[in-house]
């Protein structure tokens, strides 16, 4: 079972609201990733996590936070955002840091919608 | 340093032609060169890797060469289909990098019937 599950699939909230995007995965993988990804472009890396210990940010700003409660999930939790943070947030997993075979399994993403 | 530069931009293939897609990077440490695969929304799904060492890997219609003097490498779809019509990631990591995958702009390919 190589499936990264990420809840909700579509969301839409305002710019007052608090909510959190839930990504989950079985594989045994003790990295983990939030990727934020705009229409037509590649997918843009926010967080890493490796073995739950936040490894890289990657300036991301503070209305964004991330949390990994254990080495199968992945929470990011969203505060205040704006318009312009409408987008598909890709969380990936895989198995260890770096080197050849280390794959990164993307899940569907949340889509994202900011009124 | 970082960057890693895809071309063309989109590409429209006839059924059964060949669909070529290039990318070509500077960082001579990235030791990992994938390609992604991704359709309307869904996440992006891992189609074929290549590491440095190898000039060549096929997987099924897929391959992938790999030119490590010129800094370069490409995605061949052999018999491209219908099905294969999706947008395209080329991307390079590095051991050591908490595997951060540094990914190309991406190609939509459309393969016509």
């Known amino acids: 079972d190589t499936e990264v599950t990420q809840t909700p699939k579509h969301l839409v909230m305002g710019m007052t609201n608090k909510k959190s995007l839930k990504c989950e995965q079985h594989?045994?993988?003790?990295?983990m990733y939030w990727y934020k990804q705009k229409a037509k472009k590649p997918p843009e890396l926010m967080f890493v996590?490796?073995?739950?210990?936040?490894?890289i940010n990657e300036s991301v700003p503070s209305r964004f936070s991330p949390e990994c409660p254990n080495s199968s999930l992945l929470n990011l939790h969203l505060h205040a955002l704006q318009p312009e943070d409408s987008a598909l947030y890709l969380c990936?997993?895989?198995?260890?840091?770096?080197?050849?075979?280390?794959?990164?399994?993307f899940g569907a993403g949340t889509r994202l919608s900011v009124l | 340093q970082q960057q890693v530069k895809q071309s063309p931009q989109s590409l429209i293939v006839q059924k059964g032609g060949i669909s070529i897609i290039n990318c070509a990077y500077e960082?001579?440490?990235?030791?990992?060169f994938p390609w992604y695969q991704q359709f309307p929304g869904k996440g992006p799904a891992l189609l074929i890797a290549i590491r440095p060492d190898v000039s060549e890997k096929k997987e099924g219609r897929f391959t992938i060469s790999f030119n490590k003097s010129a800094k370069q490498f490409s995605l061949h779809i052999m018999d491209s289909q219908p099905g294969d019509s999706a947008t395209y990631f080329c991307a390079a990591s590095m051991t050591g990098g908490y595997n951060k995958l540094i990914f190309g702009a991406g190609t939509r390919l459309a393969v016509h019937p």
């Open positions: 594989m045994g993988h003790r990295a």
């Open positions: 996590y490796s073995y739950e210990k936040l490894s």
């Open positions: 990936a997993s895989s198995q260890d840091r770096g080197g050849f075979g280390n794959i990164q399994y």
């Open positions: 960082n001579t440490a990235f030791d990992y």
